[in-house]
T-cell receptor
């Protein structure tokens, strides 16, 4: 079983829909990252969370440490949101531990006009 | 402009011919990493560096070398490339161990 699981693997939705992508992990972590990979290949860091909730524009990321679960939400989705969304966790309860991240396999999101 | 620059962006080469992929960042970041991305496997870390002259193995270091002689540069060296190293490679840097990572645009390597 992978230490970081994302669901769904693929998601197709209509423009305007509310999108939720989930990430579950099975190890102790000190931080969780959400990243976006565009069809052209470029990767952009969206959020880094260690607790609670963060919002940037139409994107909202939440994390529940007790349940070992995080969600990425997109409100009023748009075709330009089409991308692969990747969750990655930093293993270890101490932020000063090693620099290795455990990566989810990604969720491919397609937003149709 | 703050950026991570990888070169080359694309390379087709043959088995056994040594190659280097360069990575440079202009943000004075201490932490740098190399990843490879393969279909169905996601991103896997090859090597990382937490400071000048400090490097460590990631999940898939076999067949690769790195060096960190200066803070801004973190080259990835394939001494004797093989076809199973055909992949999309990303370099990333971050200010600290827990800060968001900044990624280069990627290097697509094909080893024939």
């Amino acid at each position: 079983k992978n230490e970081v699981e994302q669901s769904p693997q693929n998601l197709t939705a209509q423009e305007g829909e509310f999108i939720t992508i989930n990430c579950s992990y099975s190890v102790g972590i000190s931080a969780l990252h959400w990243l976006q990979q565009h069809p052209g290949g470029g990767i952009v860091s969206l959020f880094m969370l260690s607790s609670g909730k963060k919002k940037h524009g139409r994107l909202i990321a939440t994390i529940n440490i007790q349940e070992k679960h995080s969600s990425l939400h997109i409100t009023a989705s748009h075709p330009r949101d089409s991308a692969v969304y990747i969750c990655a966790v930093k293993r270890g309860l101490s932020p000063d531990s090693n620099y290795q991240l455990i990566w989810g396999a990604g969720t491919k999101l397609i937003i149709k006009p | 402009e703050a950026q991570v620059t990888q070169n080359p962006r694309y390379l087709i080469t043959v088995t056994g011919k040594k190659l280097t992929v360069t990575c440079s960042q202009n943000m004075n970041h201490e932490y740098m990493s190399w990843y490879r991305q393969d279909p169905g496997l996601g991103l896997r870390q090859i090597y990382y560096s937490m400071n000048v002259e400090v490097t460590d193995k990631g999940d898939v270091p076999e067949g690769y070398k790195v060096s960190r002689k200066e803070k801004r540069n973190f080259p990835l060296i394939l001494e004797s490339p093989s076809p199973n190293q055909t992949s999309l490679y990303f370099c990333a840097s971050s200010l600290s161990n827990t800060a968001p990572q900044h990624f280069g645009d990627g290097t697509r390597l094909s080893i024939l």
